[in-house]
């Protein structure tokens, strides 16, 4: 019997085709086998399950938003465009998707969780407990939302933004009104805006130079207040070197000329 070697070559090519050709139909025919069974209609997809934190959703709702926009069955569809899909809808921070057999999406949700307005309250920008901002109306009626400061700043900004919110809220509790509002300019100026309507330059500075501006403030303010009656306060500004200047109802400045500075008093250091 001659060996395979002693074959004419054309025989060898033909032979080599003829494998080859069998084995790209053989691929194609389990290609089309494996299409057909993941295209099955007993693949079709049942149902979405959702649980985690859903205080803003519903099973229902989301799945009459997505099912139209879902494309294959179960078996074919991609998983992170499904989760892709689902963190498209408001609230919702993150979302884990998994197949369940037979035909079932299950999808665990984390919403965000709202602590300011990303700018003007009611403009339907948040920001959430990360720092990071969100697009999103609260529900109507939602006692909370009456409460959330405005913060301010440039694009990228609300992580910094919210971290001097959350320390400069406790220095200048003394004062006796919430802190409302609170801006980044784009030049880096600080200006903050208590709930009654004062107005506090914070000027420029690192984190820590804001904060102890703001400390000098808020612990010498009460005894420059008791010196002026009690007169309502509408403005501070904290930017000096050596101390801070106040602007309070009622109280005048010496001479025309120094009117438009309405500087009132000035605290130095001690």
Same mark, same amino acid.
């Given at each position: 019997m001659a060996s395979r070697s002693a074959l004419p070559f054309d025989v060898?090519?033909?032979?080599?085709?003829?494998?080859?050709?069998?084995? #790209?139909?053989?691929?194609?025919?389990? %290609?089309?086998?494996?299409?057909?069974? *993941?295209?099955?209609?007993?693949?079709?997809l049942g149902r979405i399950v959702v649980d985690g934190e859903v205080e803003h959703q519903s099973e229902e709702g989301v799945r009459a938003y $997505? *099912?139209? @926009?879902? !494309?294959? #069955?179960?078996?074919?569809?991609?998983?992170?465009?499904?989760? !892709?899909?689902?963190?498209?809808?408001?609230?919702? !921070?993150? *979302?884990?998707? !998994?197949?369940?057999?037979?035909?079932?999406?299950?999808?665990?949700? @984390?919403?965000?969780? *709202?602590v300011a307005w990303w700018g003007e309250a009611g403009g339907g920008k948040l920001v959430n407990r990360q720092g990071a901002v969100f697009e999103a109306d609260p529900d109507p009626g939602h006692a909370q939302a009456e409460s959330w400061p405005e913060l301010v700043g440039p694009e990228g900004g609300s992580d910094r933004v919210y971290a001097l919110y959350r320390q400069l809220q406790p220095v200048?509790?003394? $004062? %006796? @009104?919430?802190? #409302? @509002?609170?801006?980044?300019?784009? #030049? %880096?100026?600080w200006q903050a805006r208590l709930a009654g309507g004062t107005q506090i330059e914070l000027g420029r500075g690192s984190e820590a130079e804001l904060l102890a501006r703001a400390e000098r403030f808020s612990s010498t303010l009460p005894e420059l207040m008791t010196r002026y009656g009690g007169r309502a306060l509408e403005a501070a500004d904290l930017r000096y070197p050596d101390g801070y200047a106040v602007r309070m109802r009622g109280v005048q400045t010496v001479s025309d000329d120094k009117a438009a500075a309405a500087l009132a008093a000035r605290v130095r250091k001690k």
């Open positions: 060898r090519i033909m032979n080599g085709l003829a494998s080859a050709l069998f084995l #790209s139909v053989a691929l194609a025919a389990l %290609g089309t086998a494996v299409w057909w069974v *993941a295209h099955h209609p007993s693949w079709s $997505l *099912a139209p @926009q879902l !494309r294959g #069955s179960f078996l074919t569809l991609d998983l992170q465009e499904v989760k !892709r899909l689902f963190e498209t809808l408001p609230w919702v !921070r993150q *979302a884990v998707v !998994r197949r369940e057999f037979p035909n079932r999406l299950h999808v665990t949700l @984390q919403e965000h969780e *709202a200048l509790q003394p $004062l %006796g @009104q919430p802190l #409302s @509002q609170l801006e980044l300019g784009a #030049s %880096g100026h």
